[in-house]
């Protein structure tokens, strides 16, 4: 006797598989966005969004686990140049929506008198003692508020999973998971935690891009060094300056011109449990 066909797509959301760290042969930061606490009995959904590092030389099977992972869309949060010299494997995949959302259109990477690199040179050995990363995302926020604006709208009408990545998926990304958790109302703590794994799972990738650029710490690199960490301090700067100036994440988000309805679009289908 065939089965209904809510009773097959039931069957089938029950055969899903969901991952806090997504297991990819190419990518290394590849993490789901759910399973934060938001109040009793409520959680952040799984499979709604996906943070990572960029796509670059993605392989065939990681492109098919993403697309069987429900993922439709892919935001590139990289800059022009970035994009330009270094296309993400998303962008021409049959089936899947890619586009590309620079902070500005004048938003590039560094160049050095070798030309283009992988990723900006690292800065110099000796920082400011009071060095903080967490202020250039303070800067970001606030110069970046149209930019902020059209990736929270997209991430709250897509109807698929969203997957967004600059990148290693650690500051630009990290930036919009925060602003995508905190409107779900997720704790700064939990926030702050998410950000935090990328310093661990980056480390692959920082190896084979070479560590002798970074200081040494019990005789192994320091991977919390500068700009290639992401302790929770540098996060919380950013969290501090949204509280102190806008009251929060959704008061930054409404300055910068999004919606109550579109806040609440995104945690309707971002929010899960029996009390919501």
């Known amino acids: 006797r065939p089965q209904p066909l809510k009773a097959l797509r039931q069957k089938e959301e029950k055969k899903m598989i969901y991952y806090k760290r997504i297991p990819m042969e190419t990518l290394v930061n590849t993490r ?8 009793p009995g409520k959680v952040t959904k799984y499979g709604v969004f996906i943070r990572t590092d960029c796509p670059i030389g993605i ?3 990681d492109k098919k686990f993403l697309l069987d992972h429900g993922v439709t869309l892919s935001i590139d ?4 140049d970035e994009v330009e010299s270094q296309p993400s494997g998303m962008k021409d995949v049959p089936g899947h929506t890619y586009i590309h959302c620079p902070i500005t259109e004048e938003h590039r990477i560094i160049k050095s008198n070798d030309g283009e690199k992988d990723a900006p040179p690292p800065p110099p ?4 003692k009071d060095f903080n990363f967490g202020d250039t995302y303070v800067e970001m926020l606030e110069m970046g508020k149209p930019w902020a604006k059209k990736v929270f709208e997209l991430c709250a009408n897509w109807e698929g999973t969203v997957m967004f990545h600059c990148f290693i998926g ?6 919009i998971a925060a602003l995508l958790l905190g409107a779900a109302g997720v704790c700064d703590t939990d926030i702050m935690m998410d950000y935090s794994a990328s310093m661990s799972c980056l480390r692959p990738k920082y190896m084979k891009m070479g560590t002798d650029f970074l200081p040494k710490k019990g005789g192994r690199p320091d991977f919390s060094w500068g ?8 996060m919380e700067t950013a969290l501090c300056h949204l509280k102190e100036k806008y009251g929060g994440v959704v008061g930054y988000l409404k300055d910068a011109g999004v919606s109550d309805e579109t806040i609440q679009k995104l945690r309707d289908k971002f929010i899960e449990g029996a009390e919501y």
């Open 170 to 175: 650690k500051d630009r990304a990290g930036t």
């Open 125 to 128: 050995r000796e920082l400011p």
């Open 32 to 39: 789901d966005l759910g399973g934060w606490s938001v109040g």
């Open 59 to 61: 392989s065939e099977k």
């Open 77 to 80: 949060l990289r800059g022009v």
């Open 227 to 234: 700009f290639f960490g992401s302790v929770p301090e540098t």
